[in-house]
């Protein structure tokens, strides 16, 4: 019998990648996406990687009847909700557009959860949750929550407040969310990454923008930060070990007899500085990057990075990929990208 698992936003960068895992490991992954965000590259891509086109169906999970008929559809084994926007800079010029769309979606995923009888579910949150954390570098799960910098941290935060409410409601549900890091690379075949609309925020896009020729030159956003070199420590997790995380924490939650809600962090545990990043491209790529220091971001958390245990210990996942790895499959994509 076939595994049904519900992907929101499987079209997406981490979606797609997810897509992947579930398909290799026994389950049929249904995307739901309207595809707003996402490339016909990356589907493509996928029915390369797969081998056949992924069932996918082209709906707007704000629109709640046809969410409906999709779970009518099939029967589902689990959900995973990734379908969001998440662009900081845009989610303070469009709160309203972040608002709806982020926190109408989860509603409706988790009506539908509630009335089709889904046990088991996986949030995409993210590490936004822990705002500037305070005194700490290295945050867990039970690191206090800080307000977030922007809407798109506040639709994470209230998502996983939304979680944790509805939870109380119906405790037999089986409930995760994962807190991710800093999500960057690609699939080792180059056929999917990450295909940002118009300029990038986020740094890895930006640097192989810029070393394809897209981007005149990288932006440093500031080297005045208490750090050894005085530039932001992230925790940089290759999008494949993500993914794995999403089927492990489904067979996690396939297994448990009981309900139960839990966060868990999902980085290496490593930070790395924006300079330390720019030097490994470098060695990888062999190339010299077109960068400035310029001032620094507004809102930019100057050291994060995540305590792993509990993922490891729950899930038996942890991080195989080095930023080695994942410099080498961004450039990869961005090269098959600059080929199409
Ligand atoms: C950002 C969001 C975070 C979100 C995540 C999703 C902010 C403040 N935070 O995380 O809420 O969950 O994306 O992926 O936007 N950098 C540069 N030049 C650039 C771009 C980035 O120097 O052109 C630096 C940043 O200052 C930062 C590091 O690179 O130190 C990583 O930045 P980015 O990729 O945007 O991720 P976050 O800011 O960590």
Redesign the pocket.
Known sequence: MNKYVLVTGGAGYIGSHTVVALSENGYCPVIADDLRNANPVVLDGLTQILGHKPILHQIDICKKEALKDLFKKYSFEGVIHFAAY?A??ESVEKPLSYYENNLLGLINVLECVQQFGVLNFVFSS???VYGQPIGVKKVSETTPKQLP??P??YT?WMGEQIISDFHHSVPHLKMINLR?F??VGAHHSALIGELPIGL?????P?IMQTAIGKRSK?????NDYPTADG????DYIHVSDLAEAHLKALKFLECQAEGLIDDLNIGTGNGTS?IEIINSFERITGLSLAYEIGPR?E???VEIYAEVKRAHEKLGWQARLSIDEAIRDAWAWENYLASL
């Open positions: 998440k900081v800079g993210s590490c936004t910098m922007s798109y941290g994470k991710y800093n999500p990038p925020n986020n740094l890895f930006f990288l932006i440093v956003y500031g530039t932001c420590i992230r924006v971001r809102g930019d958390v």
